[in-house]
């Protein structure tokens, strides 16, 4: 097929990309985060920023992450945070394996694995958070009330 037609694959490029978490969008512009947070889309990108530097191979073919996770009367499950997991379709075994449950700030972008209580950190991220502050004027320390319903504690 690519020796008759050359760009051939070019038609498939939509789907792989699809399916691919490193392709799930372009990097975070903070100048477009309003003063009032982040939407979805950008509360993912931050996400994004946030797992390239954990332990999760998001350019293995499977892995994706679904950002619709929602309450029963449609709104996120925690208050001033975008909910998302992170997980592999394992075509093989035709299964589903999760490997975490994101919780992003739509204030200041900080990200946490709700499941483990563990504040996901980087000096990228760090900088995308100073950044996405500085559009929304919000401090860690103003959304503190907000973490607590994620049922996670600060620590030192």
């Not at 990108?45 to 950002?67: C, I, M, N, R, T």
Request: aromatic share 8%; proline share 6%.
């Amino acid at each position: 097929m690519l020796r008759k037609n050359p760009h051939a694959w070019l038609l498939g490029l939509p789907l792989v990309c699809a399916a691919l978490v490193a392709c799930a969008g372009a990097v975070l512009q903070p100048d477009e985060v309003k003063a009032t947070g982040l939407t979805r889309e950008q509360a993912q990108e931050v996400l994004l920023v946030a797992l390239k530097h954990q332990d999760y191979q998001l350019s293995k073919p499977g892995v994706f992450v679904d950002g619709d996770l929602q309450d029963d009367s449609g709104q996120p499950p925690h208050p001033g945070y975008f909910d998302f997991s992170l997980g592999y379709n394992d075509p093989k075994a035709g299964a589903t394996e999760y490997w975490g449950l994101f919780s992003v700030s739509t204030a200041t972008g900080d990200v946490w694995e709700i499941n483990s209580c563990k504040r996901l950190d980087g000096s990228e991220l760090r900088a995308l958070q100073g950044q996405i502050m500085a559009r929304t004027g919000k401090t860690l320390a103003d959304e503190e009330p907000q973490r607590q319903g994620l049922g996670c504690e600060d620590q030192p």
